[in-house]
């Protein structure tokens, strides 16, 4: 099992001393990863006053790429995740580049979760089409595989076009792992195919997400993939129980198959709860009390 936690940015924010520390403390304390969530633009409320407070530009997000790059200078080993990237607002040979770019810099410790959206406001502001993005981002999926791979690549899709050029540098592996959020049964299909694991947060450990997990499977092997080689990751949080909670918990996902375990104490909307505090002492705690649960259980 690999444990992770996500970088509470909506409550701590980011300047560098705070994000460094954090990231030092988590690598120190033995996790393996970190995540960071992706939004570009977030809502003004005021003239949305039905919109509720998902995404509002209260909410402070870093850019991912700019942030693990910073990040990957201050650590050693553990790696970064995004959760998720929302792909089809950007542009694929860019995102590519600098997907490939974090790879280097980092010595191959990015793995790239990617999705896309729910937020139109998002893909209007960044000249993208909202209502295309599922298909589209198979595509790209394509492309960024293309672009990772070789040197050169020639390319005519739906939505791209590429004439014999390509990216420099490239990842050391001429990869880089895909993993995928989203809940929908085209998503699975798109993972099945493409894809190096699930991001799964809808369900709480227990019969649906079994059946989830086995529907992926066979998908997979549809595909004519071996279906173990495809990672399932879950969010945890220790905003409610205790150790012995997390413990049973963590034991279910475990039994369950999953590979990866993301500590989430800023994410409140069910199944999940976030944790009552909202300083750096806050999670703090959170990442040391939950780890110590669960440390045996790696």
Same mark, same amino acid.
């Given at each position: 099992?690999?444990?992770?936690?996500?970088?509470?940015?909506?409550?701590?924010?980011?300047?560098?001393?705070?994000?460094?520390?954090?990231?030092?403390?988590?690598?120190?304390?033995?996790?393996?990863?970190?995540?960071?969530?992706?939004?570009?633009?977030?809502?003004?409320?005021?003239?949305?006053?039905?919109?509720?407070? !998902?995404?509002?530009?209260?909410?402070?997000?870093?850019?991912?790429?700019?942030?693990?790059?910073?990040?990957?200078?201050?650590?050693?080993?553990?790696?970064?995740?995004?959760?998720?990237?929302?792909?089809?607002?950007?542009?694929?040979?860019?995102?590519?580049?600098?997907?490939?770019?974090?790879?280097?810099?980092?010595?191959? +410790?990015?793995?790239?979760?990617?999705?896309?959206?729910?937020?139109?406001?998002?893909?209007?502001?960044?000249?993208?089409?909202?209502? *295309?993005?599922?298909?589209?981002?198979? &595509?790209?999926?394509?492309?960024?595989?293309?672009?990772?791979?070789?040197? $050169?690549?020639?390319?005519?899709?739906?939505?791209?076009?590429?004439?014999?050029?390509?990216?420099?540098?490239?990842? #050391? #592996?001429? !990869?880089?792992?895909?993993?995928?959020?989203?809940?929908?049964?085209?998503?699975? !299909?798109?993972?099945?195919?493409?894809?190096?694991?699930?991001?799964?947060?809808?369900?709480? #450990?227990?019969?649906?997400?079994?059946?989830?997990?086995?529907?992926?499977?066979?998908?997979?092997?549809?595909?004519?993939?071996?279906?173990?080689?495809?990672?399932?990751?879950?969010?945890?949080?220790?905003? &409610?129980?205790?150790?012995?909670?997390? +413990?049973?918990?963590?034991? #279910?996902?475990?039994?369950?198959?999953?590979? $990866?375990?993301?500590? *989430?104490?800023?994410?409140?909307?069910?199944?999940?709860?976030?944790?009552?505090?909202?300083?750096?002492?806050?999670?703090?705690?959170?990442?040391?009390?939950?780890?110590?649960?669960?440390?045996?259980?790696?």
């Amino acid at each position: 099992m690999r444990l992770g936690i996500t970088l509470p940015l909506t409550d701590i924010h980011g300047d560098p001393a705070t994000v460094r520390d954090f990231a030092q403390a988590a690598e120190g304390l033995g996790y393996h990863h970190l995540g960071a969530p992706d939004h570009v633009l977030g809502v003004n409320v005021a003239s949305r006053p039905d919109w509720g407070n !998902r995404n509002t530009s209260k909410d402070f997000f870093h850019d991912p790429f700019v942030l693990f790059g910073f990040l990957s200078a201050c650590t050693k080993a553990i790696e970064f995740s995004t959760q998720v990237m929302i792909l089809p607002q950007r542009q694929t040979a860019l995102v590519a580049k600098q997907a490939a770019s974090l790879d280097v810099l980092s010595g191959g +410790r990015f793995r790239f979760g990617i999705g896309i959206g729910w937020n139109p406001v998002e893909y209007l502001a960044l000249n993208e089409d909202f209502k *295309n993005r599922g298909k589209r981002s198979e &595509e790209q999926v394509e492309v960024l595989r293309a672009l990772w791979a070789d040197p $050169h690549v020639t390319f005519k899709g739906q939505w791209h076009t590429i004439a014999d050029a390509g990216i420099n540098p490239l990842p #050391a #592996a001429r !990869r880089i792992p895909l993993w995928f959020g989203g809940h929908e049964d085209v998503t699975l !299909r798109r993972i099945a195919k493409w894809g190096d694991g699930w991001i799964m947060l809808a369900h709480p #450990a227990g019969p649906v997400a079994d059946q989830q997990f086995a529907k992926l499977r066979g998908y997979v092997r549809e595909e004519g993939r071996d279906a173990n080689a495809v990672g399932l990751e879950v969010w945890v949080s220790t905003g &409610e129980g205790g150790p012995a909670e997390w +413990r049973k918990e963590f034991e #279910a996902w475990k039994k369950t198959g999953v590979t $990866h375990i993301t500590v *989430n104490s800023t994410y409140g909307r069910p199944p999940h709860k976030r944790i009552a505090g909202r300083t750096m002492g806050d999670h703090l705690a959170a990442m040391q009390h939950y780890r110590a649960a669960v440390a045996d259980l790696l």
